[in-house]
Nanobody, 126 residues
């Protein structure tokens, strides 16, 4: 599975960015995907997840109400719409892809669930 993120950049506080993750190299239909981020000096954290079966979306408190995860099956792309960005959102954002498995409702935040990762895209909020 190959994942390529794009859409990061530098924005002022209150601004928005739409991150994209192009996925390829898989054939299964039931999987969990997630967006994670890592700020300098901090551990990588999951912020949003989505289950392919029904597009059920999950968010951490820091993302809820400001970020929206979605996916487009026609072009195998995962998105993260980020609004009302804050300086504390500054981080490198990664998308991650699971192997075929159970729904991600109870485990989408677990980093160990995801064997496939992109290279990340930098988001800087000032």
């Amino acid at each position: 599975v190959q994942l390529v993120e794009s859409g990061g950049g530098s924005v002022q506080a209150g601004g928005s960015l739409r991150l994209s993750c192009a996925a390829s190299g898989y054939t299964y239909s039931s999987y969990c995907m997630a967006w994670l981020r890592q700020a300098p000096g901090k551990e990588r954290e999951a912020i949003a997840g989505i289950w392919s079966g029904d597009d059920a979306a999950y968010y951490t408190d820091s993302a809820l109400g400001r970020f929206t995860i979605s996916r487009d099956n026609t072009n195998n792309t995962l998105y993260l719409q980020t609004n009302s960005l804050k300086p504390e959102d500054t981080a490198r954002y990664y998308c991650a892809h699971d192997r075929p498995g159970p729904p991600c409702r109870d485990s989408w935040e677990s980093i160990s669930r995801y064997p496939y990762w992109g290279q990340g895209t930098q988001v800087t909020v000032s």
